[in-house]
């Protein structure tokens, strides 16, 4: 298994677009940051073709420490969800090869 990362993103803009790699670092950068700048707003991002991300609020709760078996207490929290688009989920199921 391969992970992508943000350089492997900024070489891919670098060769598909043709700007200098430094230019194609700002953009990758800025882009993300636009994302996580919503995000820490509470909005939905929308990427067409791809999916939306969401920040969710999750309720204070009781759990259980799963190695003791003891109640826990969970405190409130936002969290990130994010849904794939039905373009992105088939193309991930069809390079299954199913």
Same mark, same amino acid.
Do not use: C, H, W, Y
């Given at each position: 298994m391969q992970t992508l990362t943000r350089a492997d993103l900024c070489e891919a803009v670098h060769e598909e677009v043709g700007l200098s790699r430094q230019e194609c670092a700002r953009l990758v *950068? $800025?882009? @993300?940051?636009?994302?996580?700048? =919503? @995000? *820490? #707003? /509470?909005? &939905?991002? !929308?990427?067409?073709? %791809?999916?939306? %991300?969401?920040? $969710? *609020? #999750? +309720? =204070? +709760?009781? /759990? $259980?420490?799963? !190695? &003791? /078996? *003891?109640?826990a207490a969970i405190n409130p929290r936002r969290v990130i969800s994010f849904r794939a688009s039905q373009i992105m989920k088939a193309r991930v199921h069809g390079a299954n090869g199913s």
């Open positions: *950068e $800025r882009t @993300l940051d636009l994302i996580v700048e =919503a @995000l *820490e #707003k /509470g909005e &939905t991002v !929308k990427l067409s073709g %791809f999916g939306v %991300f969401q920040v $969710r *609020e #999750k +309720r =204070a +709760r009781m /759990g $259980r420490n799963p !190695k &003791t /078996g *003891e109640p």
